[in-house]
């Protein structure tokens, strides 16, 4: 089956502590990106990459870090320098074109403890 | 600032009756507004979209109604059912900014038996 992967469902950090949220697509989509949810505030987005080896920050991308290696693959950091970790991450995956479907997985939801 | 306006926040419905949602964007740069459709505990997915060229497109009980002019958009859901218990997100993106979504704040619909 195609589709997008992220792991875990449910991850649990100390403060302090620098995390990686996995996502992984098998769609052959050349864009790729990372949105926070939080109650009340809709999506927003932290980072996106639309080639191998490129990615720009987005609205809220401090005390995050992404790579993009691999097409199928675009991994996030949570770095201690995020003051506020705690919420529910979605990545999502999108062809190249004019179609702008954006695909989503299932989310991670990360607590800091 | 390139922000999407959605209301309302809550909406509560009668089985077999009709849900508005209502969106306002400021960017006329916009090319494309696409709803997504989340369960709790879900990735978003994709509902229905529309492009500015076209005032309103269905899809079976789904319609999405564009007013350009007055750079709004609106979701309705005819004869709404209680699996059609969500939250729903409108968006905004547009071809040349890497069709990064903007997102609403999210509308939580409950449709009551």
């Known amino acids: 089956d195609g589709g997008i992967t992220q792991s875990p469902k449910y991850l649990f950090r100390k403060e302090g502590q620098n995390v990686t949220l996995s996502c992984e697509q098998n769609l052959n989509h050349d864009a790729m990106y990372w949105y926070r949810q939080d109650p009340g505030q809709g999506l927003r987005l932290i980072y996106y990459?639309?080639?191998?080896?490129?990615?720009q920050k987005g609205d809220i991308a401090e005390g995050y870090s992404v790579s993009r290696e691999k097409k199928e693959s675009f991994p996030l950091t949570v770095t201690s320098a995020q003051k506020n970790p705690t919420a529910f991450y979605l990545c999502a995956s999108k062809a190249s074109g004019r179609a702008d479907t954006q695909y989503f997985g299932p989310g991670t939801r990360l607590t800091v403890l | 600032q390139q922000q999407v306006k959605q209301s309302p926040q809550s909406l509560i419905v009668q089985k077999g009756g009709i849900s508005i949602i209502n969106c306002a964007y400021e960017?006329?740069?916009?090319?494309?507004f696409p709803w997504y459709q989340q369960f709790p505990g879900k990735g978003p997915a994709l509902l229905i979209a529309i492009r500015p060229d076209v005032s309103e497109k269905k899809e079976g009980r789904f319609t999405i109604s564009f007013n350009k002019s007055a750079k709004q958009f609106s979701l309705h859901i005819m004869d709404s059912q209680p699996g059609d218990s969500a939250t729903y997100f409108c968006?905004?993106?547009?071809?040349?900014?890497?069709?990064?979504?903007?997102f609403g704040e999210g509308t939580q619909l409950t449709v009551n038996p």
């Open positions: 960017n006329t740069a916009f090319d494309y």
């Open positions: 990459s639309q080639i191998v080896n490129d990615f």
């Open positions: 968006a905004a993106s547009r071809e040349t900014s890497g069709s990064r979504l903007t």
